[in-house]
């Protein structure tokens, strides 16, 4: 099978999470989507993220259990110790040599993965789709990066199109903070989940 890798912290998960997968979905003719919530992410200094593992994975689940070809994957948030790409992407190779795996990154994450540990072993182990965003590059800049990459690391990097839905997870527990809803930026069942569990209030 085709299988799409949608990793992330998803504190919380929003709509723009869901279509950037749903896009990836249908482009590239995909069986599932995987979402992986990162249970100890290693680019995140905020001490919180570790301690709300388990309400990120409850989110994820409530946000995708109605759409049959998306999945919840816990490997990442199970794990204690810093989780890295290219750990995880060996571990799936291992597991499922029978798939092929499709890696779902933003543009900004393109532009910035020579930063990453073993960048080589992300981009040589699978397909990397990275979501393009008007608002923050150029088709030309994109598509520089993408040819660099290709060529350096002998990759397979394609661009994945989306509709523009300006929404960040931060911008979410800011206006919940202060009092205001996002409705609109989230799964109903999320939304749900976050007033009664109280989630990114000051109680």
């Known amino acids: 099978m085709k299988i799409g890798i949608m990793g992330g912290t998803f504190d919380p ?34 001490p919180d993220i570790a301690k709300e593992t388990k309400a990120r994975v409850e989110m994820t689940a409530l946000a995708i259990e109605d759409i049959p070809y998306f ?5 990442e948030s199970e794990r204690t ?21 499709y890696f779902i990154i ?6 910035k993965i020579e930063t990453w540990v073993r960048p080589d072993l992300i981009i040589q182990s699978v397909i990397i789709l990275a979501a393009y965003r008007d608002d923050m590059d ?28 300006d929404v960040s997870s931060h911008e979410i527990r800011e ?6 809803s996002k409705s609109l930026l989230l799964p109903d069942k999320v939304l749900g989940y976050i007033r009664e569990k109280h989630l990114y209030t000051r109680e």
Do not use: C
């Open 13 to 46: 998960i929003h709509n723009g999470h869901l279509m950037i997968a749903e896009y990836a979905y249908r482009q590239f003719s995909l069986d599932e989507v995987w979402f992986l919530p990162n249970g100890n992410p290693p680019h995140k200094d905020n």
């Open 71 to 75: 999945k919840l994957n816990t490997y």
């Open 81 to 101: 110790e810093k989780s890295y790409s290219y750990q995880t992407i060996r571990h799936f190779k291992e597991k499922y040599p029978e798939h092929e795996f």
């Open 106 to 111: 933003g543009a900004d994450s393109l532009l």
């Open 138 to 165: 150029t088709p030309e800049e994109m598509y520089q990066q993408i040819d660099y990459l290709n060529e350096k690391y002998d990759g397979d990097i394609r661009l994945l199109r989306t509709p523009l839905l």
């Open 175 to 180: 206006e919940i903070l202060k009092g205001h």
